[in-house]
């Protein structure tokens, strides 16, 4: 990352702490249901996918209270009513402009204007309240990155919050030689970086840049193996560095509250940090809930349920492309799992989601050490600890939207998705 990034500095340089006591004070995780849109029987504008490439689709509210819902697989976005009716259809695949190549991102704003990242247009493009297209800002020399961990519209103004991929530098080399790039300048997975859209052209700028989590030397390739290498040597060390297996590495875990405050996880702790867009961390939210150190028999039973889950997709894919070469990509697997490095704890915090009313959702472990489905500490805008949604009580809500709105998806026997608007109780916004 560039220098100019500005380092996050600790609890002990200034900030202050908003204590929680440790008891949790229960709280209820049953919602009013608003309205549903989806299901077997859907009408075609809403016959979506409940994932796309293993994450959920792109979607946010405006003040209004409309839902917008990017459908990358039909290269358009829906806008839903407050009752579930449908507002508008908005895009089409096709190269011009207002149409989708490749729409990936989605960014809402409260006035109802929303930004659809499209990498096959090497653009975002701006859409007004009423869906007609307001801006077309190219990425001009800083392609966009196809592998964001998070996006999130900035609420302050027309940019995006953006969480970078994974280091790789092999394949850092690779993009440098194909498109004279240099994606090591941008943010990577502990970092974000705002993408300006005030212009034709967006402009970069770092905000944040998270706990660097301590690599052993041996775990990447240095300048001297780069410099050399042919395409084919390149490519080879990035794939060896992607199967790299790590296990409970703390991940940065966001979001951003109505006011632009960034809030984070970065640690093994129970630490939720908040800081201005490069600015220093001007309060942490605690709880007393210590992180677990990872011994030998947590070790085992995470490599353990590894192994099971490869076990899983082999009996379920082995009849698609035959039994051996899934049976020989198992066994690699499989000696990468075992040879894989552990963080020192178990990572206490799994999800961080702001409120549209300001408050803060807070997802815990679970009872095992890879659950990501624990219970959800929330806080409220004034940071103060207001209680807990037990564990299976609730899930963290797809997006929030104003007077309580959130959405939640639910699959039927069919593995059907409908989407479900509910409305959360005043304590829990």
Do not use: C
């Amino acid at each position: 990352m560039r220098t100019a990034l500005m380092l996050v500095v600790w609890v002990g340089l200034g900030a202050t702490d908003s204590e929680a006591t440790a008891q949790d004070r229960p709280l209820a995780g049953e919602f009013e249901e608003v309205y549903r849109v989806g299901g077997l029987n859907a009408p075609t504008w809403a016959q979506f996918s409940d994932r796309w490439f293993g994450r959920a689709l792109p979607m946010g509210f405006d003040a209004a209270g409309n839902l917008h819902v990017l459908d990358p697989e039909a290269s358009q976005l829906v806008v839903i009513g407050s009752r579930g009716d449908l507002v508008r259809i908005v895009g089409r695949k096709g190269e011009g402009p207002g149409e989708f190549i490749r729409a990936i991102e989605l960014g809402v704003w409260r006035d109802g204007r929303f930004v659809v990242m499209d990498v096959g247009h090497q653009a975002f493009q701006i859409f007004g309240p009423d869906g007609g297209l307001d801006d077309f800002v190219k990425t001009g020399r800083e392609p966009i990155m196809t592998r964001f961990l998070a996006t999130r519209a900035d609420p302050r103004e027309d940019a995006m919050i953006v969480q970078g991929p994974p280091p790789n530098p092999a394949r850092w080399a690779i993009a440098e030689s194909l498109t004279g790039a240099k994606p090591e300048d941008r943010a990577d997975d502990r970092g974000l970086e705002q993408l300006n859209l005030r212009g034709d052209v967006m402009t970069v700028e770092p905000v944040l840049r998270a706990w660097r989590i301590p690599r052993d030397e041996d775990e990447w390739p240095g300048p001297e193996d780069l410099k050399d290498a042919s395409p084919s040597d390149l490519a080879r060390m990035a794939s060896e560095i992607e199967g790299m297996r790590r296990f409970l590495d703390p991940e940065l875990l966001w979001d951003i509250l109505p006011d632009g405050t960034i809030a984070y996880s970065d640690s093994s702790a129970y630490a939720i940090k908040l800081a201005r867009a490069g600015g220093p961390v001007i309060d942490v939210l605690r709880r007393p809930l210590p992180a677990e150190p990872v011994t030998p028999r947590i070790r085992s039973a995470v490599i353990a349920e590894q192994v099971r889950i490869e076990q899983e997709y082999i009996a379920e894919h082995a009849s698609l492309a035959g039994d051996t070469p899934l049976r020989e990509m198992f066994n690699e697997s499989r000696r990468q799992i075992e040879s894989g490095k552990f963080f020192a704890e178990v990572p206490v915090v799994r999800g961080v989601r702001a409120t549209w009313d300001g408050g803060l959702w807070i997802q815990r472990r679970g009872e095992e050490p890879w659950d990501n489905e624990g219970p959800i500490d929330v806080f409220g805008a004034d940071r103060q600890y207001v209680g807990t949604l037990p564990a299976g009580s609730v899930e963290m809500p797809a997006t929030f939207g104003p007077d309580g709105l959130v959405v939640f998806w639910e699959l039927d026997e069919l593995d059907v998705p409908t989407i479900v608007v509910r409305r959360l109780s005043e304590e829990v916004r």
